[in-house]
């Protein structure tokens, strides 16, 4: 039984095959940011350092609803209470609790950003981390990566081809990196990322702050086969 040349996986001296990698790299606007902030209270008992935590974790909600629209997402992602103990003696006696809660928004509006962010460091044991720029998962720049990745293969196959006096003839196969041996593409250390840190002042104004949007780049890898006419060798 024969097999079709369009179907075996290598091509014949009658249907050569070409493959290729396509790739695409661009650089865009963020459209979204995100900042940590972690409240902290510590107090002689377990109730106070409670009370002082509730109190200041309060008043940093109600700063980032005060915002509105601006703020896309606003999530409590841990809450903890520590007691220390004293450092001498053999009974374990608690000197001070420490409570702690960590929350994190994600900002759409960077003018809003800059002001939220120095008027929330400058709110008592609190600290504001970040910001870390990034785009939504539904941005239309992921798309157009992916179609300069597959022009751009399309472009290196032809060039193949005509260095060999053929033509492309039909597309066999399109996949993403990856697609194959479910191995993704590594994102480098701290790509599109940046951070910052915050921490409020013992009885000072709230610093001017300027925040510049760290531009995006978006990558885009995409494996193509192509069958071309035989070569004039």
Known sequence: MTQDASHQPYGTPEVPRVAVRGEAHIEVDPEIARIGITVSARGADRRTALEDLTRRNNTVLDLIK???EPVEKLETGSFSITPELTRHGRAERVRAYHGRVHITAEV?????LGELTT????LELTQVDGPWWALRPTSPAHGQARRQAVLEAVQRAREYAEALGAQLAALVELADLG?????PYPVPAGAGMRT?????AEDAGPPPLD???QRQTVHAQVNARFTMTPPRL
Not at 179 to 183: H, K
Request: proline share 4%.
């Open 179 to 183: 697609a194959e041996d479910a191995s």
């Open 108 to 112: 759409s509006d960077f003018t809003a």
């Open 119 to 122: 008027r929330l460091a400058d």
């Open 196 to 200: 910052m840190a915050f921490s409020a």
């Open 66 to 68: 005060s915002y509105g």
């Open 211 to 213: 925040l510049e949007p």
